[in-house]
């Protein structure tokens, strides 16, 4: 009976101890109220954010779009500056021989230099000597050709 009367009375400190230790405790379990408004100020804090992060991105967009528009321009092969066109006066060249006549062919002109010592007169006609040459025979078969002289002979076979 000694140690039933020793356990109760153990038990009954226990329990005592207990519930003073659950009096005395904080509570870490905010209210429901208190816990919805700290989630609403969290929410309302991040869609701030949100907004301010889309403004950012559409600005970052539109320099983007613009760095790349610069870029294609500055690849794109750009014409030179148009500059004052210069106007070439024909002239007679000094160092032409007498005589040289000037004639034109596709807009550009050309002078006909004469060959001979006295040049043609414009107008006039001149009169040029034909001396007849003759042409070489044309080898014929089995013949050989010296090409010295240009003269053939026939070839003699067997020697």
Do not use: W
């Not at 919805?36 to 969290?42: D, K, P």
């Not at 954010?49 to 760095?67: G, I, R, W, Y």
Request: aromatic share 4%; charged share 20%; hydrophobic share 40%.
């Amino acid at each position: 009976m000694k140690s039933m009367l020793f356990v109760l009375a153990c038990f009954l400190l226990a329990m005592a101890a207990s519930l003073r230790a659950a009096e005395n405790a904080p509570t870490t379990k905010p209210s429901l109220e208190e816990e919805n408004q700290a989630l609403r100020a969290a929410l309302a804090a991040q869609q701030k954010e949100l907004t301010s992060l889309k403004v950012q991105l559409h600005a970052k967009e539109q320099e983007l779009a613009a760095v790349q528009m610069k870029q294609r321009l500055a690849t794109m092969p750009q014409l030179p500056q148009a500059q004052q066109p210069f106007t070439l006066v024909p002239s007679m060249p000094r160092d032409l021989p007498q005589g040289a006549v000037p004639q034109q062919f596709n807009g550009s002109t050309y002078y006909l230099v004469p060959l001979n010592e006295n040049p043609p007169v414009l107008g006039k006609v001149q009169t040029i000597e034909v001396h007849e040459t003759v042409a070489p025979i044309a080898p014929r078969g089995g013949d050989l050709i010296d090409d010295r002289t240009g003269t053939t002979r026939k070839a003699v076979h067997g020697k």
